[in-house]
């Protein structure tokens, strides 16, 4: 016989799984696919990358860390929500570095090189692996982000505290245009 905690949890599972789903078709209607014409004239199906936002805090493990160790596993995330980001990476995919503490900005630029997995070391929790791909030419910071009010529905500038997210399509094109990504 289930106990009311062994239901709750069940249930806690259930949801998740559930908002797990929303998030997975979220990134993947957001991910779109490239058709070109290769040298032979045959069309093959490209995938286009989604990007994701990590925080992390530079006295803990900053974008100098991530250069010198070249890849690492991303770990610690507990927050609901920036589980299903991670759990929503694909490889390939790119993730923004940022640093949470001192001057909060946007540092970096890693690569996604496995599938999410769950955390041998925490079973409520997804970890995946990353590479440094380089710094950003000049951070960027949340000052910055939020003062241009183009991207106040952003979870960056509404969830302060969220750990790990997805990157709306508006602010890659935006950090482009800076020249910055």
């Known amino acids: ?4 905690a062994d239901m709750l949890h069940n249930l806690e599972s259930d949801v998740l799984c559930f908002s797990c789903s929303l998030l997975a078709l979220q990134v993947m209607i957001s991910t779109t696919f490239l058709y070109t014409d290769d040298v032979y004239n045959r069309l093959e199906k490209e995938t286009v990358m989604a990007y994701f936002l990590a925080k992390t805090d530079p ?9 010198r160790d070249k890849k690492t596993v991303w770990d610690g995330v507990r927050n609901a929500a920036a589980l299903l980001a991670i759990r929503a990476m694909r490889p390939g995919d790119e993730v923004l570095i940022y640093h949470s503490q001192g001057v909060a900005a ?4 890693a690569r996604v090189i496995s599938d999410p997995r769950p ?14 791909v380089r710094r950003l030419s000049e951070p960027v910071t949340l000052r910055e982000i939020k003062e241009s009010h183009l991207f106040d529905d952003w979870a960056l500038v509404r969830q302060g505290r969220l750990s790990t997210m997805s990157v709306p399509e508006k602010v890659v094109v935006w950090l482009k245009e800076k020249k910055v990504l």
């Open 1 to 4: 016989m289930l106990t009311l």
């Open 119 to 132: 955390d041998p070391s925490d079973p409520k929790s997804w970890v995946v692996d990353v590479e440094f």
């Open 59 to 67: 006295e803990h493990y900053s974008i100098d860390d991530l250069e």
């Open 106 to 109: 946007i540092v970096g630029l």
